[in-house]
């Protein structure tokens, strides 16, 4: 089990990898997801590790799969099912995906990620007011998180249509 400050560490080098992605740095984000692993050695990690691995190689397929097998392996963690939400979003099978960030809440009613993910599965099967639910939700949960603030000002202006 991850002490408090692993937890603050892992989440730090998600960031820096997800900066390092958005600024086409390859090596910078495998070394990030090389970083999480060594910082601990609970279990959710190295399954997660995996899964950004496929996401920036964008080998949604892959990621699909792997989180099926996370699930299969470790059907209690809510990680795995916001994975699946995940995959099945990139997919474009937003029934699907709204299904698994569910159970992912069901898992973490606290989970912002997943409300989050919901709210983009609900835009795109144009459900405008459960979209701006779900991304108020997220930001009652994380109110720092830009992506769901964006969300919110697309669904209202999608609303406004």
């Known amino acids: ?3 408090k400050n692993d937890k603050e560490h892992i989440g730090a080098i998600v960031k820096a990898r997800t900066l390092a992605l958005q600024r086409n740095s390859s090596s910078l984000a495998r070394r990030a997801i ?3 692993g060594r910082l ?3 279990p959710t990690v190295g399954w997660l590790a995996k899964a950004q691995a496929l996401d920036s190689r964008q080998d949604w397929e892959g990621l699909l799969a792997h989180a099926r097998q996370w699930i299969t392996a470790r059907s209690e963690d809510a990680m795995a099912w916001f994975c699946l939400g995940v995959a099945y ?4 099978q937003s029934d699907k995906a709204l299904d698994a960030f569910q159970q992912a ?3 973490n009613p606290e989970d912002a990620n997943a409300r989050q993910g919901m709210g983009y599965a ?3 099967l144009d459900q405008w007011v459960k979209a701006l639910d779900a991304f108020q939700q997220a930001i009652r949960l994380n109110p720092e998180d830009a992506n769901a603030w964006y969300g919110l000002g697309y669904a209202y ?3 406004d249509q």
Do not use: A, S, V
Request: proline share 5%; net charge neutral.
């Open 1 to 3: 089990m991850p002490h």
């Open 34 to 36: 090389q970083d999480i």
């Open 40 to 42: 601990t050695t609970d």
């Open 89 to 92: 979003e990139l997919l474009n």
């Open 105 to 107: 809440l069901r898992l």
């Open 122 to 124: 609900f835009g795109k």
């Open 157 to 159: 202006g999608k609303l």
